[in-house]
């Protein structure tokens, strides 16, 4: 009873933290394995941002309940936000769940599948449901190991070739909008040590890896309460210039920052740091002065043009993503309307648009005037198709032009190479898999709204 198989939901955090849980089980002798139907144990590592992300997740353990009845021995558990949510209450939905793990426990499930193994083996009843979502101090730092060679099972030679990795810098959140549960689910801001934080690059550059993902929260509020400002320069500019000087990375990326993280120092960074790609996600949430004060971002839509402008200032073929958010409450056609003229003049390449949904616990969830579904529908289609049209803008004006595409490994059909530009386009091409971790000029020769094609030059 040790092959598992792990399921995320959510964002890039949550495909983190699956990695590192991953990473623990297999040095405690545990087999991952890609194709659920071969598991023994199922971990389904959740996300509790949107309402839908749950339903989703319930929907799926639901489903899963009803092979334990057939496999008594089977482990079903919940990690994630949603089990930091919801908690014991889970249960009331889905009574055989196994596992209840935290967003601050993730460290501790393969002492908790141990735990379960031996007595199973031993024939001792369970008993009750495991749930752990205490907090617990310095469980930022827990998040450190990579799964770096797949599944098991996998063609060693091609998946020992990790090109890209995430690494967890900081946890938590102190922003307090309204809309938002991550506060609950994720705990107060935390910061890993600095040094671990380049330890962990470097044997990641030793092992292949050329291009890092600083993730965290709010990135960019990274060692605030750590480290001291040195020269105007925040800790978190540190960070970037400490993993820039590690051999053996060429390209860095962080996820998400705030809007207020972009003080003069990190805007100047682009110009100076080389690994640092000429690519930003920039939340912006609304265009609307008037919502973003209800939402509680601390910025207008003046000063989120300006730092936009400043980062083209430095970087004139920076790319842009952004998160939107439409139908929040007492948003007007005028507020939505701001929202598309800002929209429209970031001329955004990629944006991760949602319809406002109520989550039980936050500010917003009480305000008046929530807006009904299909006014959310109509903005999120229109807001939609202005990014389509950008989009398309955007990539056909690299047709006829050649790009630095770092290769990472092959297509979904397995005959093509894939990689990215140094603005996150995705690039597909022929080449043979002995390119995989190298750098090649790529000839554009056709674009999609979100997809390069080219030959190599």
Known sequence: MNRVHIKTYGCQMNERDSEAVAAMLRSRGYRIVADEDECDILLLNTCSVRDAAEQKAIGKAGYLQQRKKKQPDFVLGILGCMAQNRGASLLDQLPDVDLIIGTQKFHQVAGYLDNLRAAREAGVPIGQTIVDIAEEPGSQNTIKDHLVAGPDGADAAVADRQVTA????????NMDCAFCIVPKTRGDERSRPMDDIVAECRALAARGVREITLLGQIVTSYGRRDYVHTDGVTPFVQLLERVHAVDGIERIRFTSPHPRGFKDDLVAAYGRLPKLCGYVHLPMQSGSNRILRAMNRPY??????????????????????TDVIVGFPGETEDDFRETCELFRACDFDMAYIFKYSIR????????PDQVDEEV???RNQELLAILEENSLRRTA??????????VDGRDKTGARLTGRTRGNRVCVFDGPAELIGQMVPLKITRATASTLYGDRG
């Open 300 to 321: 207008t839509r003046e000063r989120y043009r300006e730092i936009v402008e400043a980062l083209r200032a430095v970087q004139p073929g920076m790319y842009f993503s």
């Open 397 to 406: 004006a690299l047709v006829g032009t050649v790009e630095q595409v770092l």
């Open 166 to 173: 995430f690494v967890s810098i900081q946890q938590g959140c």
């Open 376 to 378: 959310k529908e109509r």
């Open 360 to 367: 039980t616990g936050t500010p917003a969830a009480t305000l």
